[in-house]
């Protein structure tokens, strides 16, 4: 089921009730459990569109994107890429369409392989597609380091001689060298220094202007999503709990851990950085071996303790609704963040107990 209505035509992209389950290892004596990753997630990316999939650590953005990409089996749910089901794709033509989606991963320094150049390293996809002939691929090799920030003579150099940010650029350049229409980015900046993630953020968002490509932005940070995506979708113990417009979702949230995440994000107005007020969430993520009944966050949630009929919270899982104007919230009290007139990060005031992981 689509839940954005901000691009009219067909999506690059589909995910629609994904759910990914891992086999729990117990005992000795124990039958294997059942642990959910991703409950019945679903995000849609527009062609040219950057969508920030935003949560904490252990939200399911990683299990998600590689249930996207096929390195993780899905539970059920399917994933559509310009209108083929992959699961129902046969073989090779599965392989022409993972040719279009490429992913960068997060560490730059385990993606690589240290017995490789630079130059072998961003061929490779040509090769293993079949694109161009070794002139070509040459040429196509120094085009794509100097598309990435990086001199053609990189391609005679290894990983070990690289930094990291440097390593990512390659890592950047390989994805591209498939001439790809969607690239999956899993948190490719949060292992680099703060000035290099300028850097990469900044080639990420030329490359989408001059390129059109689709990118699928994975990311701990909302202030980095203002800055790339233009939808976001937020997601919390592996599910899509608000999808909407980047800027309507960083000023207004509708989803009370949504305002959580946007209550952390620094403001550069040292006035604005005073009065800024963060919401600190009680307590720690829930269990997955034992997971909560009802809304999965309502063991955290800072506005059900002031809802008079909270219960609800815990008997009922929320649907994602639609709210209008291209956003969606799966809480039981969204109507409530609408009502306020001030940002619900300030508003909320600050909660007492531990804080999250929002790293």
């Known amino acids: 089921m689509r839940?954005?209505?901000?691009y009219d035509a067909a999506p690059l992209l589909d995910a629609s009730e994904v759910t990914v389950d891992f086999t729990e290892k117990r005992g000795l004596f124990q039958s294997p459990g059942t642990v959910r990753g991703v409950n019945k997630a679903s995000i849609t990316v527009a062609r040219g569109e950057t969508l920030g999939l935003v949560g904490e650590s252990?939200?399911?953005?990683?299990?998600?994107?590689?249930?996207?990409m096929g390195l993780t089996p899905i539970t059920s749910g399917r994933v559509v890429f310009d209108g083929k089901d992959l699961a129902r794709l046969s073989n090779q033509?599965?392989?022409?369409?993972?040719?279009?989606?490429?992913?960068?991963?997060?560490?730059?320094?385990?993606?690589?392989?240290?017995?490789?150049?630079?130059?072998?390293?961003?061929?490779?996809?040509?090769?293993?597609?079949?694109?161009?002939?070794?002139?070509?691929?040459?040429e196509e090799v120094a085009e794509l380091l100097q598309t990435v920030g990086l001199?053609?003579?990189?391609?005679?150099?290894?990983?070990?001689?690289?930094s990291g940010g440097q390593r990512q650029r390659v890592s950047l350049a390989r994805a591209l060298a498939s001439q790809p229409e969607l690239i999956v980015a899993d948190e490719p900046i949060s292992a680099l220094d703060v000035s290099i993630q300028a850097q990469i953020v900044n080639l990420l968002r030329r490359l989408q202007r001059e390129t059109a490509l689709s990118f699928l932005f994975i990311t701990h940070d909302l202030s980095i999503v203002q800055n790339i995506s233009q939808r976001v979708a937020v997601m919390y113990f592996g599910e899509v709990v608000e999808t909407g417009p980047s800027r309507d979702v960083c000023s207004t949230p509708l989803h009370p851990y949504s305002a959580a995440?946007?209550?952390?994000?620094?403001?550069?107005?040292?006035?604005?950085?005073?009065?800024?007020?963060?919401?600190?969430?009680?307590?720690?993520?829930?269990?997955?071996?034992?997971?909560?009944?009802?809304?999965?966050?309502?063991t955290r949630c800072w506005l059900k303790q002031r809802m008079p009929d909270a219960s609800v919270c815990s008997r009922v899982v929320p649907a994602l609704r639609r709210m209008g104007n291209g956003r969606a919230v799966a809480c039981h009290f969204a109507e409530t963040m609408t009502q306020a007139s001030e940002p619900h990060a300030v508003r909320a005031g600050r909660m007492s107990g531990s804080e999250g992981n929002l790293t």
């Open 3 to 6: 839940l954005d209505t901000t």
């Open 58 to 68: 252990g939200s399911g953005k990683s299990t998600l994107a590689r249930a996207i």
């Open 93 to 138: 033509e599965r392989r022409r369409v993972r040719r279009r989606m490429q992913m960068v991963f997060q560490n730059p320094y385990s993606t690589l392989d240290p017995r490789m150049s630079v130059g072998e390293t961003v061929a490779e996809p040509m090769i293993v597609h079949g694109l161009g002939n070794p002139k070509r691929r040459r």
């Open 151 to 162: 001199n053609a003579d990189f391609a005679g150099r290894y990983p070990d001689a690289l």
């Open 261 to 298: 995440l946007v209550s952390a994000i620094p403001r550069p107005n040292p006035a604005l950085e005073k009065a800024r007020t963060q919401i600190v969430l009680e307590g720690e993520v829930p269990s997955r071996v034992n997971p909560p009944s009802g809304c999965a966050f309502h």
